[in-house]
C-alpha cells in the first residue's frame, strides 16, 4: 500500500505516465500527435484554410487587370440582298454583298493612370496575408484545445489512481478493524464505519471512471477517432516553461509582435487605407491601348481591304458622377475607422488573455507547492494515525480523518499539477510560444 502511494506521488510530480487508460488494448498517441490530428479533423482550420485559397484567387483577379487582354471574335451576316448603286456615266457597283465575314484579334491594354488597379492589387495581397495570419490563428487555437483535452485525461486518469489508491487504503482498514474486532481488542462500529467507507470509495472510484471516459471522449471527438476509443498517453514532464512571469509587459509586448491575431488586424487596417485610393480611383481619368487586326473574306465598299489593322488609345475623363465618387471615398474612410477599432479591441484582448494567463501560472504554482507540502505532511500524519491504531492507543476516527486528509492533499496536488500545465499551455498560446515544448 505505501510502496502504490510512493509511485503515485512520483507521478503527480511528472504530471503523466505512459499509461494505458482502461485495459490493455488501447490507441496510444502523444501530445504532438493529438495536436497535428486535432489541426487535421478541424472544421475551423478547414474553413480558414478554404479562406485563403479565396484571398489568393481574388489576387489573381486583381493582378490579371495589369496584365494585357487577348480576345478573338468573327462574325458572319447573311443580309436580304446585296446592295449596288448606279451612278450616271459609270454604270452600277456593288457596295455591300449579301453576306459578310469578319474575323478579328483585340490585343487591349489598360493604363493605370489613377492608381486604382494597383491599390487593388495591393488591397487583394494584404487580404490574402490576413487570412494566412487568421489560419494560423485557428491552428493554434486547436492546438491548445487538444492540448488542454489531453492534459484532461491525464488529469483523470490520475484521479482514477488517487480514488483507486484510497479504496486500497480503506480496504487494508476494514481488514485491521476486523482483525482487531476478532482479536477481542477492536470495537464492531470500528468495523461498521470501514466498511462505510469502503463503499463510499467504490463509488468515489466509479465516479472518477467516468470522469475518465468523458475525457476520453472528448479528446477521441477531436482528434477524429471514435468516441468509445481507449488511449495510452505518454508523460507529460512538469518542468515549468515559464519560471519568470512578473514581467507581463514584456509578455505582453512579445505577444503584440508575434500573435497572428495581432499581425491580421494591423493588415487589414493597411488594407482598409488602400480602400480609400480604390474609391478616389473608381471616378478617375482612364486611359486604354488596344491593337486589332481583323480578316474580311468578302470584301466590299464598306471594307475594300481583307486585312485591316488599327491601334486605339482611348482616354476617359470623368466630369460629374453625382457625388458618387464623394460617397465612396466617405464609405472607405468609416471601413478604415472599424478596422482601427477592430485592431485596438484585439490588442486589448490579447493583453488580458497575456495578464490573466501569467496571473494564472503564478497561482498554480503557489497551489502545487503548497499541495506539495500539505500531501507529504498528510502521509506523515496518515502514517502515524494507522500506527497508533494498530498499537491501541488512538482512536479509529483518527485514522479516517487522517485518510480522508490525505486523499484531499492527493487530488488537490493533481489539480495544481494539471491547472499549471493547462495555464502555461495558455500562456504559451497568448504570446505565440510552441505549446508543446
Do not use: C, W
Amino acid at each position: 500500500m505505501r510502496g502504490r502511494r510512493g509511485e503515485m506521488n512520483g507521478f503527480l510530480l511528472l504530471a503523466g505516465s505512459s499509461v494505458a487508460l482502461l485495459g490493455s488494448q488501447s490507441t496510444k498517441i502523444t501530445l504532438q500527435e493529438a495536436i497535428q490530428r486535432a489541426e487535421a479533423h478541424s472544421t475551423a482550420v478547414r474553413s480558414a484554410q478554404s479562406a485563403v485559397k479565396t484571398s489568393k484567387a481574388r489576387l489573381g483577379e486583381q493582378s490579371s487587370r495589369s496584365l494585357p487582354h487577348v480576345s478573338l471574335d468573327g462574325a458572319a451576316t447573311r443580309y436580304d440582298d446585296k446592295t449596288t448603286v448606279t451612278l450616271p456615266g459609270a454604270g452600277s457597283f456593288e457596295i455591300m454583298p449579301d453576306h459578310q465575314e469578319q474575323l478579328g484579334i483585340v490585343l487591349a491594354q489598360d493604363f493605370d493612370i489613377s492608381g486604382q488597379i494597383g491599390a487593388s492589387i495591393s488591397q487583394a495581397r494584404l487580404g490574402l496575408m490576413a487570412s494566412q495570419y487568421a489560419a494560423q490563428a485557428s491552428i493554434e487555437d486547436e492546438a491548445l484545445n487538444a492540448t488542454s483535452a489531453y492534459y484532461g485525461v491525464l488529469h483523470a486518469a490520475q484521479g482514477v489512481q488517487v480514488a483507486q489508491a484510497a479504496l486500497d487504503d480503506y480496504q487494508e482498514q476494514l481488514r485491521t478493524t476486523t482483525k482487531l474486532f476478532q482479536g477481542g481488542v477492536g470495537q464492531k462500529i470500528d468495523v461498521d464505519r470501514s466498511q462505510s467507507q469502503v463503499a463510499d470509495a467504490e463509488r468515489e472510484l466509479t465516479a472518477r471512471q467516468n470522469d475518465l471516459d468523458s475525457a476520453q471522449s472528448t479528446l477521441n471527438d477531436l482528434v477524429g477517432n471514435p468516441l468509445d476509443t481507449k488511449l495510452s498517453l505518454e508523460p507529460i514532464l512538469n518542468g515549468s516553461s515559464y519560471p519568470q512571469t512578473s514581467n507581463r509587459p514584456a509578455l505582453i509586448a512579445k505577444a503584440m509582435d508575434k500573435r497572428p491575431e495581432a499581425l491580421a488586424a494591423t493588415v487589414e487596417v493597411a488594407a482598409a487605407k488602400k480602400g480609400i485610393q480604390i474609391a478616389r480611383g473608381a471616378n478617375g481619368p482612364s486611359l486604354t491601348m488596344s491593337l486589332s487586326g481583323y480578316h474580311y473574306p468578302s470584301t466590299s465598299f464598306v471594307s475594300p481591304r481583307e486585312n485591316v489593322g488599327a491601334l486605339t488609345f482611348s482616354l476617359s475623363i470623368p466630369v460629374f458622377d453625382g457625388g458618387l465618387g464623394r460617397e465612396q471615398v466617405s464609405e472607405a474612410k468609416s471601413l478604415v475607422e472599424t478596422a482601427e477599432a477592430d485592431q485596438d479591441h484585439t490588442r486589448r484582448q490579447i493583453a488580458l488573455q497575456v495578464q490573466n494567463a501569467a496571473l494564472d501560472v503564478d497561482t498554480a504554482k503557489k497551489r502545487l507547492d503548497a499541495a506539495q507540502v500539505a500531501e507529504s505532511s498528510a502521509d506523515q500524519a496518515r502514517k502515524l494515525a494507522q500506527q497508533r491504531y494498530e498499537a491501541q492507543v488512538g482512536l479509529y476516527l483518527e485514522v479516517t480523518d487522517a485518510q480522508a486528509a490525505l486523499t484531499a492533499a492527493q487530488s488537490a496536488v493533481n489539480d495544481a499539477t494539471y491547472d499549471l500545465l493547462t495555464a502555461e499551455a495558455r500562456l504559451a498560446r497568448a504570446i505565440n510560444d510552441p505549446i508543446v515544448p
